[in-house]
């Protein structure tokens, strides 16, 4: 719809208010989407007038548009749900939730199954996290605060929450200068009209009421077609013959408050806006009526629906959100960060990088994004390779038309495709070189560009042709050919310094925003036609500027001479400042560098850590210090993709900060060569061979910031063979150096690894039987030998933006407000000689669990007893849900049988019978439809799920010299490929390939370790960790059965000769690959993770597998006594 048209409905909008049309006011507001009308929606929510509040957003939003979006629905529809369940009707909350929060079921099936089992709670309060859920008035209150501001970090609701600023009866007004003007231009006007219609023209004549009708000058096209916010004026005719400079649009007018006097005779007539192109109509006005046919403001809109676009079906953004997105919890009152979410920004320290001086300037590669191009105050130019964390190519200054060997770096910066990349220097050189994969960097070009220093560099497009902007101490902008060096423009009217240059383009036209160290910003045209913009930078501050990754929003970030720092958005149609945003310190020296990622996040390195805003919102979202060691105001750079942030520390180091996407990729990219291959093409670069450096005389120290002398630059080509690179092997060649120097990793101190005894307040010391990790890896329960469970949550904060399980943060033992404990019924038996067993239901909802007498299901939420079944004998020593049906449980049994009970109609539908003693393990495959049992008579039997029969069985061959207890511990769990199955023995690990139960790798410990006490599988099923009575943890490849990694005892338990303390159960997080727990004989359960810095477990030898890779590879059992650990080492 057309800004007039716009304007049109909320002249109309006043004038019902103004006559009380109220709901014809609101449904207005609904339909035109252009006023969100947020006292009225208050009063809507506040009254609890749900099925109007969903009406009237639906004007302005739908669910699936976008995160923001989707939580505003549903935090309505959560709230209608509460209030039913308040008020004790049910059929009321069952409508609600299949009706309406069914929805949500599709981004979160976890948490609506949270939300439905609401529905068996006699009080919802009993939830832990709706504990603090008040009465309906205050529950509404809080929402709303939650909904506020949602509605205002929404980008759909931007520029619509605020009602222009209208004087009264403007509509009214309107109309009576146009009667007024139709009356001025009657033949004969009389001097007390009577006007008796405003469905005709007025007119003084005698046959009609308002008389015959004339051409009116309200119907004339007097302002042509208005302009749309956030495009561009055309460039104007640049023609032979100059027009005067022209008036300024209106969309202008907001950039030139006080527009500085242009030193040029001649402008463009559509300075560099933000509007789209305009006709000359636009700044004419006709004095006379014309009879140009009348402009309807409906059938002149052809874009009447272009009120608000949306994508067909549910946003990527949407089916990409984050879980916490849809909280359950109140939490209490605060709820002041829940609008967004910081979990995929890059925080944990990855690895630090020793630069050896102090670091001025860094930029990712734009294709290769662990490569990160970094300059220093030493004029040192380095490539490093972020995945084999090797230094790829190292350049010292050295400016070769002056012999000079001392600058700082003030700029590095790759081209667009990552075949060049240029330097900034403090002595008015700007150097660009090629880049060819590995160590290979070129000389290309070097441009005597300033007098002075050079302060930024950057490269542009303009008409096609790739461009290097600079600018510098002597107050100029230039544009340099990067093929051939040639200059192309120089932009002169900054009457400082010009501190940054920002190129950028908007439909197809290109510009440059240039700031100065007054504080002034200009914006250029590529025509040498003089800077189109004139305005001030917040504070006066030397400024950077910089537009989100996807073009469409401005920021500046700058420090002034007081010292004191802004970030801020522009409002681009307007020119003025937007949004600022809060949290800069007041710095002495320095100028605050900043950057943004994801179109989402601003980041600025300031008062030591790196500040992070959400984009949409004014206040911190977090800070993050890196562990501590950064300057004052450290230079900070995202990777394009926002998974990597390098950040420059006080020692002149790097640190590398990565979220786990990041920290995937870093692993991935281990040990690999740069490709260059995968490189853009250079073959844009034609690099000279005719001259190398040449040198030239040039009087020592360049013009001085008041000297505007402009002398044609001294260029010279470089000779890309001409390199002063140290030759080295590859990194490829070096990888293989490693394999063959391949030592086992081993950790026996505490700082060699990253370890946590979790808290606890037990009296009485009691071993840990059982231990596992909820599904959704926020919390640790633990069975002890008393049968008493532990559950440790962990918290979501700034240390722990994910709240998910961690050996840097402690979590708490968690308890509900009633202060019961979930105890398993021990049927008069002593619970420490009995076998304890539990296992959790997906969802992390119920946990069944057993220590010697009835089995009981238990509420995770509330550790009420849900009920008990199966009364020994026999007891239970066993349990694991089927993989497709909870209601399903398969219960081996001390009896050696195997019962597989459904718990729904409390019936045991079969019993398996195989084994000769108990059962000690069980583990279902979804894959082959099949359930494999181990017992403690070292057998493995098949079933399948299908039938329950048998299919195979097969006795565990125990290494010779080992002889295996009466009742071995045997365990078994499936690879995540459902078909390789790992077996675990006091004796050995074994890998077998169901259903056939072939052996495919067997590997036995060193006797120093003692019995092997349990094993398991990482959740990528990659690694195994084994755990012994020697309390030494072993950590093997899992496709080789190779060891890797040894963790002493020592490393993770306090020195204690007079107790002997070892892991019983060890249990693998579900999504983070390197992190296990292990539950000890002491009762205490310990996290451990590597060194962030490491990031992995040591690594394996380089070895050929006969496999494909996913799972072991096919190696005869009679060939797995080489892989034995001795044979290893």
């Not at 220097?425 to 070097?446: A, C, F, P, T």
């Not at 007079?1058 to 009762?1083: I, K, T």
């Amino acid at each position: 719809m057309s800004s007039l048209s716009r304007e049109l409905v909320f002249l109309i909008l006043q004038f019902l208010d103004e006559e009380k049309f109220k709901e014809t006011v609101h449904r207005l507001e609904q339909e035109s989407g252009f006023f969100f009308n947020m006292r009225y929606f208050e009063e809507m929510v506040t009254n609890g007038e749900w099925d109007e509040v969903e009406k009237y957003l639906s004007g302005f939003t739908k669910v699936d548009d976008n995160r923001y979006s989707m939580k505003i629905f549903f935090e309505i529809q959560k709230q209608k749900y509460l209030e039913a369940l308040d008020k004790k009707d049910r059929a009321k909350a069952v409508e609600i939730l299949v009706k309406d929060l069914k929805v949500f079921s599709a981004f979160n099936e976890d948490l609506f199954k949270e939300i439905t089992q609401l529905l068996t709670l006699e009080n919802f309060r009993d939830n832990e996290q709706l504990s603090k859920y008040g009465d309906t008035k205050s529950a509404r209150s809080i929402m709303l605060g939650e909904l506020k501001k949602l509605i205002e970090a929404n980008p759909l609701f931007r520029e619509k929450l605020t009602f222009p600023t209208l004087k009264n009866s403007r509509l009214r007004t309107l109309i009576n200068q146009s009667l007024n003007w139709q009356h001025q231009l009657c033949k004969n006007p009389k001097p007390n009209p009577d006007i008796k219609t405003l469905f005709v023209d007025h007119s003084c004549g005698q046959s009609q009421p308002n008389g015959a009708r004339a051409p009116s000058p309200v119907t004339n096209p007097l302002m042509g077609a208005v302009p749309k916010p956030a495009g561009f004026p055309p460039l104007g005719a640049h023609g032979p013959f100059q027009a005067a400079p022209a008036p300024l649009p209106t969309s202008l007018a907001g950039w030139m408050a006080n527009p500085a006097p242009v030193p040029h005779p001649a402008a463009s007539a559509g300075p560099i806006g933000f509007t789209p192109p305009n006709s000359a109509a636009l700044l004419k006005r006709p004095r006379t009526p014309t009879n140009n046919p009348a402009v309807d403001y409906q059938n002149a809109d052809s874009e009447h629906v272009f009120k608000r676009t949306r994508a067909f079906g549910i946003s990527d953004e949407v089916n990409h959100m984050p879980v916490n997105i849809l909280p359950i919890g109140y939490g209490g009152q605060n709820h002041g960060q829940s609008s967004y979410s910081s979990d995929d920004l890059p925080k944990a320290v990855a690895m630090t990088l020793n630069q050896g001086s102090v670091v001025k300037s860094m930029d990712f590669h734009p294709v290769q994004q662990i490569l990160l191009l970094v300059g220093t105050n030493t004029g040192d130019i380095m490539i490093w390779d972020l995945g084999s964390r090797e230094k790829l190519a190292h350049k010292n200054f050295k400016a070769s038309v002056t012999n000079d060997y001392t600058a700082l770096i003030n700029r590095v910066t790759w081209s667009p495709d990552g075949t060049l990349f240029g330097v900034a220097y403090s002595k008015h050189i700007v150097q660009l070189y090629s880049y060819h994969g590995g160590d290979d960097l070129r000389n290309h070009l070097e441009i005597e560009a300033h007098g002075g220093s050079v302060n930024d560099l950057a490269f542009s497009y303009p008409n096609k042709q790739l461009c290097i902007v600079t600018c510098g101490d002597d107050r100029l902008i230039k544009v340099w050919d990067a093929v051939t060096g040639a200059k192309q423009y120089t932009f002169e009217g900054h009457e400082a310094p010009v501190y940054s240059v920002c190129p950028h383009f908007k439909e197809n036209i290109q510009f440059i925003f240039s700031t100065a160290t007054d504080g002034k910003i200009k914006a250029w045209l590529y025509d040498n036609m003089g800077s189109r913009v004139d305005y001030d930078a917040p504070g006066h501050s030397s400024t950077t500027m910089a537009y989100s990754s996807d073009g469409t929003r401005l920021f500046s970030c700058g420090t002034n001479k007081e010292g004191d720092s802004y970030i801020v958005e522009w409002n681009e149609s307007e020119g003025a400042v937007k949004r600022s945003y809060n949290g800069l310190g007041k710095r002495s020296i320095g100028v605050v560098q900043f950057d943004t990622t994801k179109n989402r996040f601003l980041a600025a390195g300031d008062e030591c850590v790196v500040k992070l805003w959400d984009m949409d919102n004014v206040n911190l979202v977090t800070t993050i210090d890196a562990e501590g060691g950064l300057p004052a105001s450290p230079c900070i750079r995202f990777n394009k993709d926002g998974i990597l942030l390098a950040v420059s520390t006080s020692e002149n180091g790097i640190k590398i900060l990565a979220n786990p996407d990041g920290l995937r990729l870093l692993r991935s990219m281990e040990n690999r060569s740069f490709d260059a291959s995968r490189a853009a093409s250079a073959s844009v670069v034609k690099t000279s061979t005719m001259t190398t450096f040449v040198a030239a005389a040039n009087a020592s120290g360049g013009p001085s910031i008041m000297d505007r002398v402009n002398p044609m630059p001294s260029m010279v080509m470089m000779n890309g063979d001409n390199r002063n690179l140290v030759e080295r092997p590859r990194i490829g060649d070096e990888s293989m150096d490693k394999s063959r120097m391949w030592k086992l990793t081993e950790i026996s101190e505490p700082s060699q690894c990253r370890s946590s005894r979790l808290p606890d307040n037990a009296s009485s010391a009691t071993r840990v039987s059982r231990l596992i990790y909820t599904n959704s890896g926020l919390a640790i329960l633990a069975l002890a030998s008393n049968a008493v469970h532990k559950l440790w949550k962990w918290q979501r904060n700034d240390r722990n933006t994910t709240g998910k399980a961690t050996a840097s943060v402690l979590p708490q033992l968690w308890q509900p407000n009633s202060g019961i404990l979930m105890t398993n019924d021990t049927s008069e038996t002593n619970p420490e000689d009995a076998v304890s067993c539990f296992a959790l239901s997906k969802n992390d909802s119920y946990v069944m669990s057993a220590s010697g007498g009835k089995i009981s299901l238990f509420n995770m939420m509330t550790f009420k007893t849900m009920t008990t079944f199966m009364p020994p004998p026999p007891a239970a020593t066993f349990l694991a849900f089927h993989p497709q049906d909870n209601n399903i449980i398969a219960i081996g049994m001390d009896d050696s049988s195997i019962q597989i009970y459904n718990v729904r109609v409390d019936e045991v539908k079969t019993k398996l019978k195989g084994h000769h003693k108990q059962i000690t393990g069980l583990a279902f495959s979804n894959v082959l439809n099949v359930l494999v049992s181990s017992g403690a008579d070292s057998q493995l039997c098949v079933w399948s799920t299908d039938g329950w029969e048998k299919q195979t069985s097969k006795q565990l061959q125990i290494p010779g010299g080992r002889v295996a207890a009466p009742l071995a511990d045997t365990r078994v769990q499936f690879h995540q490929d459902q078909t390789h199955l790992l077996v675990v023995h006091e004796t050995q690990i074994a890998i077998f390939e169901a259903p056939k139960l072939e052996c495919l790798k067997q590997w036995g410990p060193r006797e120093a370790s003692g019995a092997i006490t349990h094993a398991a599988y990482s959740c990528d099923s990659q690694s195994i960790y084994v755990t012994f009575e020697d309390g030494s943890i072993d950590i093997l490849t899992a496709s080789t059965l190779r060891l890797r990694c040894r963790i002493s005892s020592t490393a993770y338990l306090p020195t204690n000769p007079n107790s002997r303390v070892f892991p019983l159960v060890v249990a693998a997080h579900p999504s983070e690959p390197n992190q296990f727990a292990l539950g000890l004989s002491d009762g205490s359960v310990c996290v451990i993770e590597p060194l962030e810095s490491e990031g992995k477990w040591g690594s394996s030898p380089a070895v050929v597998e006969n496999g494909n890779g996913a799972g072991p590879s096919a190696t005869a059992a009679a060939a797995a006594a080489n892989t034995t650990d001795q044979a290893q080492r």
